[in-house]
């Protein structure tokens, strides 16, 4: 970029260029080597409303309907869908507090706690220590006491279609944002999970009815259906403003919230709003057009959430397990695939066969469903040296049918999503107006 100042007024201007992407490195140092910087041909570029510089949009973004806003969320305003959102749980120590086995993960702590609790009472320092941050070092220095609750152990999902048990505990989790506000037991609540602002991978949203980790996407924001009131109360996380603009647009009263959240659901899975929106989704929260045939979406929606949320009791797809016969007790993990010939490598002595072509294009990010589990079933040395030294007891085999049975169900919620989203990409998405608009009828 260049800074030039106008004779006139003095003001700065701003010239831009930019090179091929598809040109490598070398390429383009070479070409600035040699390039003389009178020859550069610069643009001059003004920002839009929103002082974004380059990658400029020129849609109607800003004429959709907002998903959140943040004077919404404090309740200065209602001019939003939804009232409450939350990022994931930002635990600052994962390899401590999330664990497949409860009963190891019971272990860690337990001896968490136990050094916690030393340190707060001697201000002893150890040798094999835990992992401290700001937030943590605060409660010690406030007193705060601690003890192992076993009922703090919960399933919460780590990445996608990747379950593990957390220790939800607002002390020893650095950040749990919204997440004490929008979840029960009963797991009657919902999440739209997306990615936060800033995200560097393509747009990609996925249901959650758990705790969700900050990394479970990329960065991610999660939508609910409901929010609890200090007595416990269910409220409708959708807001009234949100429901009168769907029923003034569709004119029809009895559309409802939880129509309007799977509606949502859909659009975000739409691959010509992901294409059309690509830039304004990095910047900014989604917001939702009005589509035509609002039942079709509100259906598409509610069978996409179900196949997400249920993944784990979906009917199997069939791959064929073949077993190869070796001298070797302990089979050495690898949990890799080979998309050219449809075939997951569990370990040396296990594979998978069959898996459809198409199963790969299920992304989340930049790794399609079935990746996402391969690599959380990897066997990895912890990073913490503690956890290296004492508790480093994850091995694949002992998760290995768990592992063969999830990859089965996630490869049939792989082939249906797609299946729903070529609906999507088929059905009408040109704005409806109010006469083009046909009465509602509930799905």
């Not at 705060?144 to 957390?166: D, G, H, N, V």
Request: net charge neutral; with cysteine.
């Amino acid at each position: 970029m260049q800074n030039l100042l106008s004779e006139n007024n003095r003001k700065s201007r701003i010239f831009y260029f930019s090179l091929k992407d598809e040109q490598i490195r070398d390429e383009k140092i070479r070409w600035f080597s040699s390039a003389k910087f009178d020859s550069i041909p610069f643009e001059h570029i003004a920002p839009d409303q929103k002082r974004n510089w380059i990658n400029l949009t020129n849609n109607d973004f800003d004429r959709l309907v907002p998903l959140v806003d943040k004077d919404v969320k404090a309740g200065k305003s209602e001019a939003a869908i939804f009232q409450l959102f939350s990022s994931g749980v930002k635990t600052q120590r994962d390899e401590w507090v999330y664990g497949f086995s409860k009963e190891h993960l019971s272990d860690r702590m337990k001896y968490f706690v136990d050094v916690y609790e030393h340190k707060r009472k001697t201000s002893e320092a150890i040798d094999l220590d835990i992992k401290w941050d700001q937030e943590l070092i605060s409660y010690l220095d406030r007193g705060i006491s601690k003890k192992f609750e076993e009922a703090c152990i919960q399933s919460s999902l780590y990445r996608p279609f990747t379950k593990m048990c957390l220790y939800f505990d607002k002390h020893f989790n650095g950040r749990t944002y919204q997440w004490f506000n929008i979840l029960k037991e009963d797991k009657q609540n919902r999440f739209i999970s997306l990615p936060g602002i800033g995200s560097s991978k393509p747009f990609q949203c996925l249901s959650t009815n758990e705790v969700t980790c900050l990394d479970f996407l990329e960065k991610t924001q999660c939508l609910p259906l409901y929010r609890y009131d200090e007595d416990g109360n269910r409220i409708d996380n959708i807001t009234d403003w949100g429901l009168q603009q769907f029923q003034q647009h569709y004119s029809d009263t009895t559309i409802t919230k939880e129509n309007i959240f799977h509606y949502t659901y859909a659009v975000l899975h739409n691959p010509d709003y992901r294409s059309k929106y690509e830039l304004n989704l990095k910047r900014e929260f989604p917001r939702l057009p009005f589509y035509p045939d609002f039942d079709r979406w509100v259906n598409w929606g509610k069978q996409l959430m179900n196949l997400h949320i249920n993944y784990e009791t979906v009917e199997p797809f069939g791959l064929e397990l073949v077993e190869i016969k070796t001298t070797k007790t302990n089979p050495k993990a690898k949990l890799k695939a080979d998309k050219t010939t449809g075939t997951i490598y569990l370990d040396d002595s296990t594979q998978l066969e069959g898996i459809p072509t198409e199963a790969w294009n299920y992304k989340l990010g930049n790794r399609s469903a079935l990746e996402w589990i391969l690599d959380q079933y990897k066997e990895k040395k912890p990073k913490d040296p503690t956890i290296a030294a004492k508790f480093n007891t994850y091995r694949f085999a002992d998760y290995k049918d768990q592992v063969i049975d999830l990859l089965q169900r996630v490869c049939t919620v792989s082939i249906e999503t797609l299946k729903i989203i070529e609906q999507l990409k088929q059905a009408n998405t040109a704005p409806a107006t109010p006469a083009q608009t046909k009465p509602h009828k509930q799905p």
